[in-house]
């Protein structure tokens, strides 16, 4: 549970939602270069997009102010 001082102080959220999909037959690496590619259209400034065939592709989107909650429900110790 988020306490009220840190939503605060984080909130709004940055979020970017990335999907990526293959087939059962997709190589893992044919994967991670879909990654590869939605991290390098970021970098030149996309703020969404998508490129697929219907069952292998990827769909990104940036949001920059996030009005809902973290995606993640528990607090993580990064020691």
């Known amino acids: 549970m988020t306490n009220q ?3 605060e102080h984080a909130y709004p959220l940055q979020q970017i939602v ?3 999909q293959g087939t059962r037959h997709s190589r893992r690496e044919d994967i ?3 990654l590869e590619t939605v991290l390098s259209r970021l970098r030149a400034g996309d703020v969404n997009g998508t490129d697929h065939d ?3 592709g990827y769909v ?4 920059g102010s996030s009005p809902g909650l973290s995606f993640f ?3 993580t110790d990064f020691r």
């Not at 990104?60 to 949001?63: A, I, K």
């Open 18 to 20: 990335i999907r990526l």
């Open 5 to 7: 001082n840190w939503i």
């Open 60 to 63: 990104f989107e940036s949001v």
């Open 32 to 34: 991670i270069n879909q």
């Open 73 to 75: 429900n528990e607090s």
């Open 54 to 56: 219907d069952d292998f």
